[in-house]
């Protein structure tokens, strides 16, 4: 038996589906892509709504050590607590590569205490 929606939205990234143009999401899928994109969107990108966004992608010049973490910890928090209601975060692992850092969010989903996991990959440059 498969789970009922609590949640449906349009999949990220954007694609047809096979019974639908947009592809849809529903559930824990769409939690979590809803993550990737709030975290990988710039504060001020959206036209219509400036304030939201995170600013992780700020950080790929900063030097990849501990404070580095420590800072993308503190704002992915902030941003996810004002602008993800579905969830509670529970951890944030941050994994520090040559080209890239990782971000790997635990969360509780709130409607239906499934926990949940979210990768995303932040590229430096």
Do not use: H, W
Request: glycine content about 8%; hydrophobic content about 40%.
């Amino acid at each position: 038996m498969t789970a009922p929606i609590v949640y449906q939205g349009i999949k990220f990234p954007f694609q047809s589906g096979s019974r639908s143009l947009p592809a849809q999401s529903t559930n824990e899928q769409l939690i979590q892509e809803g993550l990737i994109q709030l975290i990988l969107t710039g504060v001020g990108e959206r036209i219509m709504r400036p304030d939201v966004g995170c600013r992780a992608t700020s950080f790929v010049f900063e030097n990849n050590d501990a404070v580095l973490g420590n800072l993308l910890r503190a704002e992915v928090q902030g941003v996810v607590a004002k602008y993800e209601p579905r969830i509670q975060l529970t951890d944030i692992q941050v994994s520090q590569r040559s080209s890239e850092v990782l971000l790997t969010l635990r969360y509780v989903v709130l409607t239906t205490g499934r926990i949940g996991v979210a990768t995303v990959a932040i590229p430096s440059l």
